[in-house]
DNA sequence: TGCAGGAGCTATACCGGTTTATCACTTCAG
DNA sequence: CTGAAGTGATAAACCGGTATAGCTCCTGCA
């Protein structure tokens, strides 16, 4: 029998559907012994729910959506959301919800797709990725009353759910280490500036120079892309006055400014320590082999998962989950200045 | 109104259910008049059809599947998957088909997935990546009778529809060109030889090597990692007469394949030629950037997309497409041997 | 003995679409 | 003038589940 439905399974144990409905959903309205019975048979069967009966029934789809809003050219090179994707899978899949997952080329677009994923049903849930300063998403998802969780941006008062690790802290981690090494002239090749956790390492940055003693610490925003990161590394390697280490908020940036270094005969890291925002193989293809901030992404992802389960659950739970801290993976790239 | 059914829309146009359904899907059964006054209300209500509730009643779901099965810290680096992702969801859009994506460990969690997706009617079809030599999941997806492509193996007889650029083709205007350059012994730091394109790409280079009066042409496998393509690299370098070109089948693997020359002080291309199987952003922020075989993956992904969606709508076809040719680009890396 | 209450189950409505059988009405050929 | 075919619609069944009202026993307690 090719995709048995409940009606088969019923027809079996010789009881009704609804019957069978309350086994498989181990729900009460069955003694032990009928449940136990309509299991066996459905297990024999193979029998699977027909998910878009149950989601008619149920008014529930056990899917829930990604879309990230990046061109697509500057995707693939970040490791960051293959394992932001496979950390979610792993979360999701142990209840049977399955991720739907878009790229899209702008915020229009994305804001375009939650309009229609809760229109068509297709979504219980979304999670939400790189938050800028005052993102539009916010209040068009909250309109919807579709239950979202923002990765990478603690929520504020009123705000959605979240999960995320402190970008200042892990800032610091980073200048510390490089102030501790005798570095004073550090400076910041940052991302896009209405990201917020762009916003919020410039900050963490400037808060800290004074205390470290840092002499310059300018942060100089990009679009995250190697070729404004190459550019930008010249231009701060060209002034009369070199700063002695540079942190990139990205390993593709953190890569092209090395090559830069090179090319302009800057030895790393004798003369300049280079510090990536982001680990990946990319980091430790590199010759040399570049310090960079290792984040769990994964775990980033099953949390993410975790959570926004728990906010479709009970809607209007707001939860502000922190995760573990990054942690500096130091390699060759960074030594003390010369 | 919030998330109105054709039922409200009925009512309005002061039809039955079925009219709308007729009218909305541009079906025989009502007049032009009707038909556009049911669209102005449907638009003006802003409806968007129930997923689930289409799916139940048409039986088809909308919806496509792909299965990764690859380890995760290996897939974020390559821009393939990426990129072949948003072609995909290019060509499936404007048939507002969505994509379901799945990264699993290995191929018996791939076949698992495909049956239960079969099962729960979740999708309409799948796209198969990585086929292997006596690859298992085509008797599974058939014995299924679920809907497949195969994407970058040409199917046999009896096989699934596929949509392929020759890899023949590619390895020739590789070794073509670096035997035109003058170099003699070339080697082949080659992939995962269960894979069907690895073996095609080793047998292309054995066939072509007599032809091209090449003096050595060595296909080494690995499993794509960085770490077995530098050992390779490494081990080739170390020989008493060395190749003076090397293909790597993975950008990966080249940058690897790179680090290690400089390590060793083999200069590139001076001494050594680097050609790269797949470019990305990764070949160009090297030093020297690596020359490489490009192909157009995200066209690669439309073209399956639009394949499948015919063998969808007439099971059975077999359509074995195939795509533009890679093109070598080239960039630093080559050079006549010294 | 009577009745409340609960366990265990059935029958049925329902979710929001699609599909089919049927019907009224018009048109046109014979 | 009659019959056949075609047009434009309706009503109802259907897809495969879930949710709910209600029914039948059985038990316990007054």
Same mark, same amino acid.
């Given at each position: 029998?090719?995709?048995?439905?409940?009606?088969?399974?019923?027809?079996?144990?010789? #009881?009704?559907?609804?019957?069978?409905?309350?086994?498989?959903? +181990?729900?009460?309205?069955?003694? !032990?012994?009928?449940?136990?019975?309509?299991?066996?048979?459905?297990?024999?069967?193979?029998?699977?729910?027909?998910?878009?009966?149950?989601?008619? +029934?149920?008014?529930?789809?056990?899917?829930?959506?990604? #879309?990230?809003?990046?061109?697509?050219?500057?995707?693939?090179?970040?490791?960051?959301?293959?394992?932001? $994707?496979?950390?979610?899978?792993?979360?999701?899949?142990?209840?049977?919800?399955?991720?739907?997952?878009?790229? $899209?080329?702008?915020?229009?677009?994305?804001?375009?797709?939650?309009?229609?994923?809760?229109?068509?049903?297709?979504?219980?849930?979304?999670?939400?990725?790189?938050?800028?300063?005052? !993102?539009?998403?916010?209040?068009?998802?909250?309109?919807?009353?579709?239950?979202?969780? #923002?990765?990478?941006?603690?929520?504020?008062?009123?705000?959605?759910?979240?999960?995320?690790?402190? !970008?200042?802290?892990?800032?610091?981690?980073?200048?510390?280490?490089?102030?501790?090494?005798?570095?004073?002239?550090?400076?910041?090749?940052?991302?896009?500036?209405?990201?917020?956790?762009?916003?919020?390492?410039?900050?963490?940055?400037?808060?800290?120079?004074?205390?470290?003693?840092?002499?310059?610490? @300018?942060?100089?925003?990009?679009?995250?892309?190697?070729?404004?990161?190459?550019?930008?590394?010249?231009?701060?390697?060209?002034?009369?006055?070199?700063?002695?280490?540079?942190?990139?908020?990205?390993?593709?940036?953190?890569?092209?400014?090395?090559? #830069?270094?090179?090319?302009?005969?800057?030895?790393?890291?004798?003369?300049?320590?280079?510090?990536?925002?982001? !680990?990946?193989?990319?980091?430790?293809?590199?010759?040399?082999?570049?310090?960079?901030?290792?984040?769990?992404?994964?775990?980033?992802?099953?949390?993410?998962?975790?959570?926004?389960?728990?906010?479709?659950?009970?809607?209007?739970?707001?939860?502000?989950?922190?995760?573990?801290? @990054? $942690?500096?993976?130091?390699?060759?790239?960074?030594?003390?200045?010369?």
């Amino acid at each position: 029998m090719a995709r048995p439905t409940i009606a088969d399974i019923a027809d079996r144990a010789g #009881v009704s559907k609804g019957a069978v409905s309350f086994a498989l959903n +181990g729900r009460p309205g069955v003694s !032990d012994a009928t449940r136990a019975r309509i299991l066996a048979i459905a297990e024999q069967l193979s029998w699977r729910p027909h998910s878009a009966a149950r989601a008619l +029934g149920a008014s529930r789809v056990d899917s829930v959506g990604l #879309v990230i809003a990046r061109p697509a050219r500057t995707l693939g090179v970040e490791p960051f959301f293959a394992h932001l $994707v496979s950390g979610l899978q792993s979360g999701l899949s142990a209840h049977s919800i399955s991720l739907q997952l878009l790229i $899209v080329e702008d915020t229009e677009a994305e804001i375009e797709v939650y309009h229609r994923w809760h229109s068509e049903h297709r979504v219980d849930g979304v999670i939400l990725v790189d938050l800028t300063v005052r !993102d539009p998403r916010i209040d068009e998802l909250k309109a919807l009353e579709l239950p979202a969780v #923002v990765i990478g941006g603690r929520g504020g008062k009123g705000a959605l759910p979240s999960v995320w690790a402190s !970008d200042r802290d892990a800032m610091l981690a980073v200048v510390e280490y490089l102030a501790a090494l005798g570095h004073r002239r550090i400076a910041h090749v940052a991302g896009t500036p209405n990201f917020q956790h762009t916003q919020r390492r410039m900050r963490a940055l400037r808060d800290a120079a004074p205390r470290l003693g840092l002499v310059d610490a @300018p942060s100089l925003p990009t679009d995250f892309s190697d070729a404004e990161g190459a550019a930008t590394t010249r231009k701060l390697l060209s002034q009369a006055v070199r700063p002695t280490a540079i942190v990139y908020d990205s390993d593709v940036m953190a890569v092209a400014g090395l090559g #830069v270094a090179m090319e302009m005969g800057v030895s790393v890291p004798g003369e300049l320590s280079i510090v990536a925002f982001d !680990d990946s193989i990319l980091t430790q293809l590199m010759h040399p082999a570049l310090t960079a901030l290792s984040r769990d992404t994964f775990e980033f992802g099953r949390q993410a998962a975790e959570v926004l389960l728990e906010v479709i659950a009970e809607p209007g739970t707001t939860i502000n989950r922190r995760t573990a801290d @990054p $942690v500096l993976t130091v390699r060759e790239s960074t030594a003390p200045p010369s």
